[in-house]
């Protein structure tokens, strides 16, 4: 499986995207791709679940930065949910962990953000 | 020792990565140390595409073998232009999200991520070198116990 991106719908002012399989090199052109149009399709802010994500390298996450700088630009934010250890662990080491937010659940994501 | 060798392209990294994660799991690595040794060998693949061979086109080679002090070794070799592999400064990790650059962050993963890095220039070839610890049979007891 390389990456399937699905757009949850709507909720509380939020859209819910889930992100599955794995965001590198050879798939973070498709994520810009898919999730700049819903972006700028959108008002909105946006939580991405990435509980069934397996994978993340430095293109993933420069995609996920990406999206975040383009959201904040328009007061909007970026909230990432559900990540499994190997990810978050990326997540901590770049140091993404604190300059985006990440909840354990969808649910805490839309409660707490 | 086992060697892959395909163009240093985008097109092929699905197959060079599949490759070194097929030697990890065959040399006893949980899934989880995998992921580490796949990523780290992505980062440094992605930046021979980009900056060993700028211009011109060419190979990469991929070797893996057990070293003797029984490390897991990947060793990824160029033509391309002399290019050291783990010479980026460290990103900026406190800075926030607007100011935050991405610019180093693959270097600084595999940094963090291989136990063991190098790069060397050979002749005409560049050589970069990651090892990784395979885990003995304590380790594998004591994370079989904190991780039930």
């Given at each position: 499986m390389s990456m399937e991106i699905v757009k949850n719908g709507e909720q509380d002012n939020c859209v819910l995207v889930a992100v599955k399989g794995r965001i590198d090199a050879?798939?973070?052109?498709?994520?810009?791709?898919?999730?700049?149009?819903?972006?700028d399709a959108d008002t909105s802010d946006f939580i991405v679940d990435l509980s069934e994500l397996d994978y993340i390298s430095s293109a993933g996450l420069r995609s996920i930065l990406g999206v975040a700088k383009r959201l904040k630009e328009?007061?909007?934010?970026?909230?990432?949910c559900s990540l499994k250890d190997t990810v978050g662990e990326v997540f901590d080491i770049s140091g993404f962990s604190t300059i985006i937010p990440i909840f354990d659940s969808v649910e805490a994501a839309l409660k707490e953000r | 020792m086992p060697r892959l060798t395909l163009p240093a392209e985008e097109a092929y990294l699905t197959r060079l990565m599949g490759f070194v994660t097929q030697m990890a799991e065959a040399s006893?690595?949980?899934?989880?140390?995998i992921r580490s040794i796949e990523l780290t060998t992505e980062e440094a693949l992605v930046n021979v595409i980009q900056h060993a061979y700028p211009e011109t086109a060419g190979n990469v080679s991929i070797d893996c073998q057990m070293d003797r002090n029984g490390r897991f070794i990947v060793e990824i070799t160029d033509n391309g232009v002399p290019f050291d592999g783990l010479d980026f400064s460290d990103p900026d990790l406190d800075a926030?999200?607007?100011?935050?650059q991405t610019g180093g962050l693959g270097v600084f993963l595999i940094k963090k991520m291989a136990d063991h890095c190098r790069y060397r220039r050979e002749g005409e070839r560049n050589i970069l070198t990651l090892g990784f610890e395979v885990p003995t049979y304590d380790d594998r007891k004591h994370a079989d116990e904190t991780n039930p």
């Amino acid at each position: 499986m390389s990456m399937e991106i699905v757009k949850n719908g709507e909720q509380d002012n939020c859209v819910l995207v889930a992100v599955k399989g794995r965001i590198d090199a050879v798939t973070a052109p498709e994520f810009d791709k898919q999730v700049g149009e819903w972006v700028d399709a959108d008002t909105s802010d946006f939580i991405v679940d990435l509980s069934e994500l397996d994978y993340i390298s430095s293109a993933g996450l420069r995609s996920i930065l990406g999206v975040a700088k383009r959201l904040k630009e328009n007061d909007r934010a970026l909230t990432l949910c559900s990540l499994k250890d190997t990810v978050g662990e990326v997540f901590d080491i770049s140091g993404f962990s604190t300059i985006i937010p990440i909840f354990d659940s969808v649910e805490a994501a839309l409660k707490e953000r | 020792m086992p060697r892959l060798t395909l163009p240093a392209e985008e097109a092929y990294l699905t197959r060079l990565m599949g490759f070194v994660t097929q030697m990890a799991e065959a040399s006893g690595f949980n899934s989880e140390r995998i992921r580490s040794i796949e990523l780290t060998t992505e980062e440094a693949l992605v930046n021979v595409i980009q900056h060993a061979y700028p211009e011109t086109a060419g190979n990469v080679s991929i070797d893996c073998q057990m070293d003797r002090n029984g490390r897991f070794i990947v060793e990824i070799t160029d033509n391309g232009v002399p290019f050291d592999g783990l010479d980026f400064s460290d990103p900026d990790l406190d800075a926030d999200l607007t100011a935050r650059q991405t610019g180093g962050l693959g270097v600084f993963l595999i940094k963090k991520m291989a136990d063991h890095c190098r790069y060397r220039r050979e002749g005409e070839r560049n050589i970069l070198t990651l090892g990784f610890e395979v885990p003995t049979y304590d380790d594998r007891k004591h994370a079989d116990e904190t991780n039930p």
